[in-house]
């Protein structure tokens, strides 16, 4: 039976029960549009059952009408598979015509686990180090299992990131197949790059933070929210993108109050344990030398705002040269451009940061903390995009970021993800549920394409994979855009603040 709102004048429209948190229901529209046409005299006619399937399952928003149904033995033969051809791809290293090796950082970090594991500090002697201190022990893990087992760094590096990658799909696989599904195709479109670096650590904390918040667990939302920071300080975008309402805490509703403090407890509880294993193991000494190196280096050739040097480079103009660990434009123009870039990422943080805060809006209704976790998941995945866009350096793995938080953004609640119901004009989808993760897939696949197969002819300035470059480069600023303008869509429910008086009867 349809749902009801509690004067009892019938079922929802669809975008009614969307503005309200209630999850879409088959039949719906159908069972209004027969309350519509009888007559307004005499008892109302009970609403028509919801029609059986016909030859398959029940259509719903997130499988759509005739869609195959994604059992799990699916879903992880997918996994299986494609996993396998990524760890193939990452130890066989330059082959099948790969103009480039995945390798390269993985050898660096064998180098510095080494000297960690072994009584040293933080290389931040090394230019090439650029990362928080958490990540420190992330890189020593596999260290210590070569040392016991005398397994290969590279082997053990991979265990540890597919770890991640099982913990990520499993937790999507639990709230949505159709999300977890984007993942697997996300992470196996971008190629060996992603189980070679250690970004889908920092990932899988994001999607563990969003996940605990929409179960209300805040504590350990905070707690993965301190992990992934202090892995990589990316995570910490999805603080500024925290949902609260307007007023004092003093007025917060009960729940939203004490979650704030469990989710405040749990970060410092992540805090506190690295400084422990800071001081244990001298870490602590330079924990923030990083800060210094990223601010040092140039204009990657990947960066969306190097796409001018990177045409000027097709056209016989100057090459990239390599620099903090990679290739990047020198120059003064180059550099004045890199200074420009990590300006604007400040503001952006900050006018985000004072937009959504001031706003003081948060969906309701029953699945409040679902909700809640839907919109985190859409800021995030805005704010990040444009950190992302905007930044002088955009390293392939950068795209791991953007895929976990539209896939967690598509397991908790895609409608609040997008700022809409989930449709657009004639019930075509859009936001994260539609165009946005269609262009984000076409995107990945032209990073592989790019890197690690074809790098060396943008190097050299070939025409057609500049031009993939180029095209690469415009399809994240139409991503942007997409999560952008769905971020900036207001709640369609305010939650207001507590009164401060006694409130009244009606």
């Known amino acids: 039976m349809a749902q009801t709102i509690g004067d009892g004048r019938g079922p929802l429209p669809?975008?009614?029960?969307?503005?309200?948190?209630?999850?879409?229901?088959?039949g719906t529209v159908a069972v209004v549009r027969a309350d519509q046409s009888a007559p307004s005299a005499g008892p109302?006619?009970?609403?028509?059952p919801e029609p059986a399937a016909v030859g398959g399952p029940v259509a719903t928003s997130r499988t759509g009408p005739g869609a195959p149904r994604l059992t799990a033995g699916r879903l992880w033969g997918a996994w299986l598979l494609s996993r396998a051809l990524l760890v193939v791809g990452v130890l066989a290293g330059q082959t099948f015509g790969a103009q480039q090796s995945v390798l390269g950082d993985l050898r660096i970090y064998a180098g510095w686990a080494h000297d960690l594991g072994h009584g040293g500090g933080l290389p931040v002697g090394d230019d090439r180090w650029q990362y928080p201190p958490a990540a420190?022990?992330?890189?020593?893990?596999?260290?210590l299992?070569?040392?016991?087992?005398?397994v290969p760094y590279r082997v053990a590096f991979l265990v540890l990131t597919l770890l991640a990658d099982l913990a990520v799909t499993a937790a999507l696989a639990r709230r949505d197949r159709g999300a977890a599904l984007f993942w697997?195709?996300?992470?196996?479109?971008?190629?060996?790059v992603a189980l070679a670096r250690f970004d889908l650590l920092p990932a899988a904390a994001a999607v563990a933070t969003v996940l605990a918040v929409s179960r209300a667990r805040f504590g350990r939302a905070g707690f993965h929210l301190g992990v992934g920071a202090l892995l990589k300080v990316w995570p910490l975008l999805l603080l500024v993108a925290v949902p609260v309402p307007a007023g004092s805490p003093a007025r917060w509703p009960a729940w939203l109050r004490a979650g704030a403090a469990r989710l405040v407890g749990g970060l410092l509880g992540a805090v506190v344990l690295l400084a422990a294993v800071g001081a244990l193991t001298g870490w602590w000494r330079d924990a923030l030398g990083f800060l210094g190196a990223q601010q040092a280096r140039g204009l990657q050739v990947e960066a969306v705002a190097a796409t001018p040097f990177v045409v000027a480079h097709m056209l016989g103009g100057p090459a990239p040269d390599y620099s903090y660990g990679s290739l990047q434009f020198g120059g003064s123009v180059a550099r004045a451009v890199a200074t420009a870039c990590s300006l604007l990422e400040v503001v952006a943080i900050v006018v985000a940061a004072v937009w959504w805060w001031t706003r003081g809006r948060l969906p309701a209704g029953d699945g409040a903390a679902r909700a809640v976790a839907g919109t985190l998941a859409g800021r995030a995945l805005a704010l990040v995009v444009v950190v992302v866009v905007t930044a002088r350096v955009l390293s392939p793995q950068y795209l791991v970021w953007i895929l976990a938080l539209v896939a967690v953004g598509l397991a908790v609640d895609p409608a609040a993800t997008s700022g809409t119901d989930g449709t657009g004009t004639g019930g075509r989808p859009r936001g994260p549920r539609g165009r946005l993760p269609?262009?984000?897939?076409?995107?990945?696949?032209?990073?592989?394409?790019?890197?690690?197969w074809r790098y060396n002819d943008v190097i050299q300035g070939r025409i057609v994979l500049s031009l993939l470059l180029v095209g690469r480069n415009l399809g994240l600023i139409m991503v942007c855009w997409w999560a952008v303008r769905a971020a900036a869509a207001a709640p369609a429910v305010r939650l207001r603040p507590r009164p401060r008086g006694p409130a009244r009867r009606r």
């Open 184 to 192: 697997v195709v996300g992470i196996t479109a971008l190629g060996p």
């Open 14 to 26: 669809g975008a009614s029960r969307a503005r309200l948190g209630l999850p879409e229901r088959a």
């Open 438 to 452: 269609v262009a984000l897939l076409a995107c990945v696949a032209l990073t592989q394409l790019i890197y690690p």
């Open 44 to 48: 109302p006619r009970p609403p028509a």
């Open 145 to 150: 299992a070569h040392t016991l087992s005398a």
């Open 136 to 143: 420190a022990v992330a890189l020593v893990l596999p260290e």
